[in-house]
């Protein structure tokens, strides 16, 4: 066991590998009758040795096990912190080209061998690569103390990048190779490039000598014939996966952990009464790796040993060894109660506020999947500029189930929320877009429902009418009048700072490099659609200052800290 008190350097990978010592080193590792765990060790530093022992980042984007686990233990091996992707889109792929920051890429796609000096072919190199069992081992001081860097989104569709220490990953490990059992083999349907496939689908597996199954499945059959094959007897997954396979055959007693997204309580049940699978519901995030776990639909979340929760306001803060400077507060909403338990309300930004009225995104979603025939369903608020929100809803439907109409959907709805609750759009659609983390895909699910389909803009024209004065002309059709505020159409502060007074300045002063804060701002009246504002800004004496008005009245004013 390691503690996550050691200081970094004392944090030797070898502590995640020496795991693999628990069990014959002569057993796979990854599927049935394949490499061995002294295969992945001496696979591992294969790698390292073609990385040159160049420390900085190491992208890892290899999308199969037998070729992921290799790379992220050799670039860690090398001392290199390993970036994961969010995609491996072209515009992804050219910003890591771009990035000097970026040593090497390590990818199994062969297409992509010839993209660039810095890509490394994993599945080739591993075929080429000496064994290299008796090289001296690292020295302590060679891991990285950044493990691991990532880019998340989560809900929040803000994506910002998250970094973990090797101090964090190993003790937030070596607590869950305390909570749950003992594993024989593990497949995952989660990316590994995911934060949650990372450490379910690679890191605990190693840590409990358990087998790692490396596939391309996505049916509920092939997945299914895999389970059967390899004899897996742990699947780590998320709702969007599972509800797939609720509904077809698949093998029996299974144990199942489930995140990435909420775990409605119907597919629990049902996958614990079709399937007789015993499923554990993770709560976590990347910045605060898992927070608590659940058995039961039906019963509260407990906190992992180590995780202190509060929650001031009803907002969720998480404090551990494993977070992300050691505190993190969350835009989720709970109720605390005795021993460490809690309820989960849900986030913050699932409240669905209309009139006045108030009602939970997933009660309302929850309330239509109870529709005999019903198999899914997704909801969306559309806020249109000028008019109130409304909800839109997407809706699979079994094909040999009951018929379900629009008819059957809104009296549900109207049976248990208000009136302003029943969605005015309501599409049959074969399939919720979802990305491949399991989570709504919300720019495909808008565009499905024929939602946000006019031309919106990003742009506020600002013109120089004098010195130090400028006229803004605010679009109607500008994109930050949608979702902001209920029923009316209100351009958010933030955006006046960004898109009218920052760029007055860099017009009119272009020495001024960037804004590092704002003192005394003051926003007095709102700003709608087609108004035109008027802009001044004065430098004197080292003090920016500027105030934006609307007809010779003051809409903001402040002082502006600068470079």
Not at 114 to 137: C, F, H, M, Q, W
Not at 251 to 257: A, D, Q
Not at 281 to 310: C, F, N, Q, Y
Request: charged fraction near 20%; hydrophobic fraction near 45%; charge should be neutral.
């Amino acid at each position: 066991m390691v503690s996550c008190d050691a200081a970094p350097g004392e944090l030797m990978l070898s502590d995640l590998l020496s795991s693999l010592g628990r069990s014959d080193r002569s057993q796979p590792w990854v599927d049935r009758d394949r490499e061995t765990q002294l295969d992945l060790v001496a696979h591992a530093r294969g790698i390292a040795a073609l990385l040159d022992g160049r420390r900085g980042r190491v992208v890892l984007s290899c999308g199969q096990a037998r070729s992921y686990v290799p790379g992220l233990l050799g670039a860690w091996l090398a001392g290199a912190t390993v970036e994961l992707l969010p995609n491996v889109q072209q515009g992804t792929l050219d910003r890591v080209d771009a990035d000097e920051d970026v040593a090497y890429v390590l990818h199994d796609v062969a297409a992509r061998q010839a993209r660039s000096p810095k890509a490394i072919y994993v599945p080739g190199a591993l075929a080429n690569a000496r064994d290299s069992t008796g090289a001296a081992e690292p020295r302590p001081t060679a891991w990285p103390e950044i493990a691991v860097r990532l880019t998340t989104s989560g809900t929040t569709e803000r994506p910002k990048y998250v970094t973990k220490s090797m101090a964090q990953l190993i003790g937030e490990i070596d607590v869950l190779a305390a909570v749950f059992p003992g594993a024989r083999c593990v497949l995952s349907t989660v990316p590994l490039s995911h934060f949650y496939g990372l450490v379910f689908g690679v890191l605990l597996p190693l840590r409990l000598g358990a087998r790692i199954v490396s596939h391309e499945a996505l049916l509920p059959v092939d997945i299914a014939a895999i389970v059967e094959r390899e004899s897996v007897d742990l699947l780590i997954s998320t709702p969007a996966h599972l509800r797939a396979m609720a509904a077809a055959a698949m093998p029996r007693g299974l144990r199942v952990i489930s995140s990435a997204a909420r775990m409605p309580p119907d597919l629990h049940m049902r996958l614990a009464t079709d399937h007789g699978w015993h499923v554990t519901d993770l709560l976590g995030s990347t910045e605060t790796g898992v927070i608590a776990t659940r058995h039961h639909p039906m019963h509260p979340w407990t906190a992992l040993p180590g995780v202190k929760l509060s929650a001031p306001d009803d907002r969720l803060v998480v404090e551990s060894p494993w977070c992300d400077g050691a505190r993190v507060e969350l835009d989720d909403r709970v109720e605390l109660r005795q021993g460490g338990t809690f309820e989960y309300l849900g986030r913050s930004g699932e409240l669905v506020k209309i009139a006045g009225k108030r009602a939970h995104a997933h009660a309302i979603e929850a309330t239509v999947l109870a529709v005999p025939g019903v198999t899914d369903v997704a909801l969306v608020v559309h806020a249109a500029v000028g008019k109130e929100p409304r909800v839109a809803l997407a809706v699979c439907v079994a094909t040999d189930g009951p018929a379900v109409g629009r008819d059957d959907i809104t009296g549900v709805i109207r049976q248990q929320f208000d009136a302003v609750f029943v969605p005015k759009i309501i599409k049959i659609v074969p399939r919720i877009p979802r990305t491949e983390r399991g989570k709504l895909d919300t720019p495909a699910m808008r565009e499905l429902l024929g939602l946000h389909t006019t031309a919106t803009t990003h742009h506020i024209p600002v013109r120089r009418v004098g010195p130090g004065q400028y006229l803004a002309d605010i679009p109607h059709d500008l994109v930050f009048f949608r979702g902001h505020f209920d029923g009316v159409a209100i351009l958010p502060g933030a955006v006046l700072i960004e898109r009218v007074v920052w760029p007055v300045v860099k017009a009119e002063l272009p020495e001024i490099n960037a804004l590092r804060g704002i003192r005394r701002l003051r926003f007095r009246r709102p700003v709608f659609p087609d108004q035109q504002l008027s802009v001044t800004v004065k430098h004197d004496h080292g003090r920016l200052t500027f105030e934006v008005s609307c007809a010779a009245s003051v809409v903001a004013s402040g002082q502006l800290l600068v470079d």
